[in-house]
Structures are given as C-alpha cells and as structure tokens.
Nanobody, 115 residues
Framework: QVQLVESGGGLVETGGSLRLSCVAS????????MGWYRQAPGKQRELVAA???????NYADSVKGRFTISRDNAKNTVYLQMNSLKPEDTAVYYC?????????WGQGTQVTVSS
C-alpha cells in the first residue's frame, strides 16, 4: 500500500499564492509519475499538473504560466507552487501517484480563492 499525505491548502485572495506538498510513503518502489488533480463542486476531477521521475512535467492549459510542479525524489515528495490564483482555481486538490501498475490518491486539500 501507498499513502499520500497532502498539505498546504487554505484560503487566499485573488492574485495570491499557495504551495501544496504531497509526501508518498509505504510500498513506493517503482514510484513514477506524481501529480495533482482538482475537483470543484459540481465538476469532474481534472488534471492540473504531473511530473515523472525525470522531472518532465505537463500542465493543464488553464494553469500554464501560473503553477509550477516539482518533486524531490529523495523525499518522495511532489510540490505544486500556485501563483496568481483566481477564484476559478477554487477546488479540492488531490495528490496522485503511479507505482508500477497501481494508482493512488491522497485525501485531498481544500484551496479557496476569494474574489
């Protein structure tokens, strides 16, 4: 089993910044792609950004230029630096990790951007 523990969510004003962290632990041999998804009320969960062990990243168009994903392989941790936040970024953000053929999810952390 793999455990993912997220932190760093909260309430911020429009234009503000937040940094999310997610630490993976447990049976993480073969840990590869790690990423962040988000789900707003009444909407489907969507990919925000993902990064592989080689630190090649991809982003949703809606966050390009504002969000940066990074990872520390030694700490099995992925980060999401979110700048220039907008009210439409309000959602529960979930950490996701791929370990060999399995996918795991964190419990989610709320990000609220006030207008």
């Amino acid at each position: 089993q793999v455990q993912l523990v997220e932190s760093g969510g909260g309430l911020v004003e429009t234009g503000g910044s937040l940094r999310l962290s997610c630490v993976a632990s447990g049976s993480i041999f073969g840990l590869n792609v790690m990423g962040w998804y988000r789900q707003a009320p009444g909407k489907q969960r969507e990919l925000v950004a993902a990064i592989n062990r080689g630190r090649v990243a991809n982003y949703a168009d809606s966050v390009k230029g504002r969000f940066t994903i990074s990872r520390d392989n030694a700490k099995n941790t992925v980060y999401l630096q979110m700048n220039s936040l907008k009210p439409e970024d309000t959602a529960v953000y979930y950490c996701n990790a791929a370990v060999i053929l399995q996918t795991y999810w964190g419990q989610g952390t709320q990000v609220t951007v006030s207008s």
